[in-house]
């Protein structure tokens, strides 16, 4: 499982550099509306941040050549900083970009995903990721780990090239649960990813050998 950060906040995705293994960013307009900052300022941010590693970032426009026209300029101003894809939401127009996207040599990620068919479709039309939304699921009484996997089986039984990053979580044990279907990658929020890789058994267990440790570790280094 690669791990991406759901977040466009700098403070979080530095820490995260720090101390996480880290394979990109993801972002979306409601991501990035919490930041109260404009894209033009936000990008360069993101991109300095996140450079050599993945960063996906969201379309805003309906229509599909507007999103090929988006999606062009995201990436002339990414440049070669980072692993650029456009993130498609996969409307009618969605999916119609989707070619046309790969026409033009711009990776694609494929979002709002709620259906095992819709991602099915979105890898036909030729998208490198799918997105599908987990906990969103989850909420509508759904079983969003369950679409997961059959994503990953049918991307598996069909020797699809396209890869699943997991998206929208709420908890600790909807990121475990996907992890058992194979899923490739999957993006998570800041507070999440924190509480995923602790544990209070962990925290008890270093400061009890750091305890007995110290004074006999007498070899200086
Ligand atoms: C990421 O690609 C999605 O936009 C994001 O995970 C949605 O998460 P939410 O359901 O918590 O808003």
Redesign the pocket.
Known sequence: MYYLA?TANIEEIEKLLYYFPLEGV?T?P??LAAENKKLSQILPELINLVEGKML?V?MISNKAERMVDEAKKYREIVADKCDFYA?IPISKEGFRAIPLLKKEGIKVTA?AIFTHLQALVAARAGADFV?P?V??LDNISSHGIEVVGHIVKSFNDFSLPTKV?A??F?TVDQVHRVTLTGCYSA?I?YELLERLRSHPMTDTSVATFTKDGEDLYDIPF
Do not use: C, E, V
């Open positions: 759901d993801t979306n409601t991501i996906h969201q993130k979002t997105a939304y906990n969103r990053l998206a929208s709420k993006t929020s």
